[in-house]
């Protein structure tokens, strides 16, 4: 209720990170994930109703570069991070005028407060179409993309750096996952050339480094604490078991004869969509018909079928789960929750090989 205020205690955490990250000789970048108003129209800036609002307030701008006055003041004199990126993945209707704008005010500020950190400045990268063969169509296409995107650093000869960027790739249970992982990796690898290529170089990092299965350079294997106890809500997150199993309802259909398992396909990545398909296209459909003022909606990359899936099953009953899943927490002694945590440690992971040879090959000096 005070938000121009700033607590220092609220940074111990980030400080704990970047030490740690500091004895093994890693450097850090400072990166605001979600500014007061959101910067973008997704649920990861915390706007929750797909408008960035930091754009059409005053206010929410001012809060913003006042923190990062704040933070600058805190790590001017850390050696160990290496910069700052004042916005995650801002989404500005205006064609970019205002993401601009900010960005030569916030640079003007910190840089009052600390003239020697780098600033790290989003604009995008290209992604590879959904089905990749590396043919020589594909590849032109991505390089033309990427070409367009680095324009602006190459006018002011800055340098070029990928921060955020990876496949997400198919469990080894999936339908045809041999395959598809076979294209992302197809992908990944000749992304990464382009990146080499020294009349356009680009320094990058991949994301991510460790998770449960979707993408990382290492993931928990199976066997661990943490995931023998999830494997009923890993499931549960996919399919439903009955009626009424996620929130209570007093209000009972008329017709249940759509009761039983029921496919929740909550997952934002890494997801089959088939079992929902029929479901939501009937929706689709009829929004379509209904207001087709939508598809010119911002941004022009998603459409009514992208905002349903966010909106219904990504956010609505992905919440609802939220309680349920902490309930899996109750009553565990802290040596239990100790063996939770540790199922994380690097010892036990599983490599994800293919990735990781992908990376080292393409590595750079």
């Not at 045809?176 to 020294?198: G, K």
């Not at 929902?276 to 009937?282: E, G, I, S």
Request: charged share 30%; proline share 5%; hydrophobic share 35%.
């Amino acid at each position: 209720m005070d938000p121009r205020r700033f607590k220092k205690e609220g940074l111990k955490h980030l400080d704990r990170v970047i030490e740690l990250c500091a004895q093994e000789g890693i450097y850090t970048i400072i990166d605001l994930h979600a500014a007061a108003g959101g910067q973008n129209v997704d649920w990861h800036s915390d706007t929750g109703i797909h408008k960035a609002l930091f754009w059409e307030h005053r206010d929410f701008q001012e809060r913003t570069i006042l923190l990062w006055e704040w933070l600058a003041e805190h790590y001017r004199g850390n050696p160990w991070v290496a910069g700052y990126n004042p916005l995650n993945e801002p989404t500005d209707s205006h064609g970019g005028k205002r993401l601009v704008a900010f960005y030569q005010e916030v640079e003007k500020r910190i840089r009052a407060v600390d003239g020697k950190h780098v600033l790290f400045l989003e604009y995008g990268f290209p992604n590879p179409p959904e089905e990749y063969k590396g043919t020589v169509e594909q590849k032109d296409k991505l390089k033309k993309s990427y070409e367009r995107k680095i324009q602006y650093m190459r006018e002011i000869n800055g340098p070029i750096w990928n921060g955020e960027f990876g496949p997400v790739y198919a469990s080894s249970d999936a339908p045809d996952a041999e395959r598809i992982n076979a294209s992302r990796y197809q992908a990944l690898s000749d992304q990464l050339t382009m990146y080499d290529d020294p009349r356009a170089k680009a320094s990058w990092s991949i994301w991510l480094w460790k998770d449960i299965g979707f993408q990382g350079m290492v993931f928990v294997d199976k066997e661990t604490a943490y995931m023998k106890l999830m494997e009923p809500f890993l499931k549960k997150k996919r399919v439903s078991d009955s009626y009424g199993s996620l929130v209570e309802d007093t209000t009972e259909p008329t017709d249940r004869s759509w009761c039983g398992q029921q496919e929740l396909v909550v997952d934002a990545w890494g997801v089959d969509e088939t079992p929902v398909r029929d479901l939501f296209q009937p929706l689709i459909d009829w929004t379509n018909h209904a207001v087709p003022s939508l598809k010119n909606k911002y941004p022009s990359t998603w459409n009514e079928k992208r905002y349903l899936r966010r909106v219904v099953r990504e956010i609505l009953i992905a919440e609802a789960l939220c309680d349920e899943y902490a309930e899996y927490f109750r009553d565990k002694s802290m040596d239990e929750l100790d063996a939770l945590a540790m199922s994380f440690h690097y010892d036990k992971c599983v490599q994800r090989t293919e990735l990781n040879d992908i990376l080292t090959a393409h590595r750079g000096d």
